[in-house]
């Protein structure tokens, strides 16, 4: 069975810092993966996407910036954040392309102070 | 581009009534279309999807018909239970996009009182 882990579990971080946000993916060899952002009470927001290992698309821009450096793991990141980063994060996964569901992990919970 | 507009919430239902959270979309080409729930602090959860007009999906009492002429993909349960109390999000993926995609509603909250 599939598993799909996210670290860390929440995060309080100052405006202006950096961050580093990490999703692993096991037993499902080359899936799809996709980051999402929920604000609070909010709709789902997809990010970015990527099919294979170091090639990453972008949905929207937030000002963050997302890396697969391995088939099993996907790491959304930025230098700078800002107020409005905070949220919820969420990285999904699907057997490809095609019209095929997406399966969510767990989430992080992220505050900006 | 895509659009997916569902009812707004908050929805309070006494247990035992019925439910039924309109969605309408907007897109182009093909869509495969989605009913996800979300638990509080949870990631959402995928209750089935349709990837072809006129069929219907189901799980857990939950169902949905893919209407292509309405565009619409209204989901409906005939008896709720006190926990069924989530939100519902209708999400749709289109062939344009290479279905890499998805388009969320805004979300209904659903509450349900026993």
């Known amino acids: 069975a599939q598993t799909i882990h996210q670290w860390p579990v929440a995060e309080i971080k100052a405006v202006g810092s950096p961050l580093s946000l990490g999703c692993t993916i096991k037993?499902?060899?080359?899936?799809?993966l996709y980051w999402y952002w929920q604000a609070t009470g909010g709709t789902l927001q997809q990010l970015f996407y990527s099919i294979t290992v170091g090639q990453v698309e972008s949905v929207v821009q937030l000002n963050l910036s997302a890396s697969r450096p391995k088939d099993d793991q996907f790491i959304l990141s930025t230098e700078k954040l800002l107020l409005s980063h905070s949220g919820f994060y969420l990285c999904?996964?699907?057997?490809?392309?095609?019209?095929?569901?997406?399966?969510f992990g767990p989430g992080t919970r992220l505050t900006v102070l | 581009g895509d659009s997916v507009t569902q009812t707004e919430g908050p929805v309070t239902l006494s247990e035992g009534t019925s439910l039924t959270v309109n969605c309408s979309y907007e897109?182009?080409?093909?869509?495969?279309l989605f009913w996800y729930v979300q638990y509080p602090g949870e990631g959402p959860q995928l209750l089935f999807k349709?990837?072809?007009?006129?069929e219907k999906g189901s799980s857990r009492g939950f169902e949905a018909t893919y209407n292509k002429e309405a565009t619409s993909f209204h989901l409906q349960k005939a008896s709720v239970q006190e926990s069924d109390s989530a939100v519902y999000y209708c999400a749709l993926s289109d062939r344009g996009t290479g279905y890499q995609n998805f388009y969320f509603g805004k979300g209904t909250s659903l509450t349900v009182i026993p």
């Open positions: 897109t182009k080409q093909y869509p495969t």
């Open positions: 037993g499902k060899s080359s899936p799809n």
């Open positions: 999904a996964w699907s057997l490809g392309t095609g019209g095929y569901e997406q399966y």
């Open positions: 349709v990837p072809k007009a006129n």
